[in-house]
């Protein structure tokens, strides 16, 4: 079975605090992807990975960073915690094919305050 | 800008009967198609995939894809209550970096 699993499930942090969330995948995927949920706008893609290192912009990377110094984890930062950032955030990976089913972590729901 | 749209729903059915979503994409050169479930407050499960125009069928999913009309819809037959969720249409952009661009959703009610 595939497995992704995400450091947090709950976390509330203060406005200006640097957030870390993590991500990791025990099925050798290469692509990875970090994805926010908010009601009514659905899911919007902030980053994705598609090997160690390698990083690609998604629709919405403003106020994100990632990093991906090994293949299994994917790591989210926000440099400077907003409250527009209290979101459901959600990580998925899936093999680089093209069939692209990606698998999702349980989520983490960040409360900026 | 890539889109996928759903019904609007909120959709409630009663148990038993057939519940119908619908999916429209706007890029042709889509090939992949994905319905996944979410419960409130879990994350996304993937239900089916679907690649050839057509319908594919696993247990009382049945997922229909027609590339021309760029419309994928999925029925599920012998609704029950514990299918109550929201369900997410996904469209792969083909490529191997594999991205999904998700609709909006479909809140599915079934009611006893």
């Known amino acids: 079975d595939v497995k992704v699993t995400q450091s947090s499930r709950y976390l509330v942090k203060r406005t200006g605090e640097k957030v870390f969330l993590e991500c990791v995948q025990d099925m050798d995927h290469e692509n990875m992807f970090w994805y926010r949920q908010d009601p009514g706008l659905g899911l919007r893609l902030i980053y994705f990975s598609y ?3 390698m990083k690609e912009k998604g629709d919405i990377p403003e106020g994100y960073s990632v990093s991906r110094e090994k293949k299994e984890r994917f790591s989210l ?3 400077s915690a907003s ?3 209290t979101s459901m ?3 998925a990976s899936s093999w680089r094919r093209g069939t692209d089913t990606q698998y999702f972590g349980p989520g983490t729901r960040l409360t900026v305050l | 800008q890539k889109e996928v749209e759903q019904n609007s729903g909120p959709l409630s059915v009663p148990e038993g009967a057939i519940a119908s979503l619908n999916c429209t994409y706007s890029d042709r050169v889509s090939q992949s198609f994905f319905w996944y479930r979410q419960y409130s ?3 996304p499960e993937l239900i089916m995939s ?3 125009n057509g319908d594919k069928e696993d247990g009382r999913f049945t997922a229909q894809l027609n590339k021309a009309s760029q419309y994928v819809s999925l029925l599920i037959r012998d609704s029950q209550p ?3 969720a929201t369900y997410l249409c996904a469209v792969g952009d083909g490529t191997s970096y594999g991205k999904l661009t998700f609709g909006q959703g479909t809140i ?3 009611h006893p």
């Open chain 1, 51 to 53: 090997d160690v290192k």
């Open chain 1, 83 to 85: 409250t527009n950032q």
């Open chain 2, 50 to 52: 679907i690649y050839s």
């Open chain 1, 89 to 91: 955030y959600l990580c």
């Open chain 2, 82 to 84: 514990s299918d109550s």
């Open chain 2, 41 to 43: 407050g879990k994350s």
């Open chain 1, 77 to 79: 930062i926000l440099e």
């Open chain 2, 108 to 110: 599915l009610t079934v």
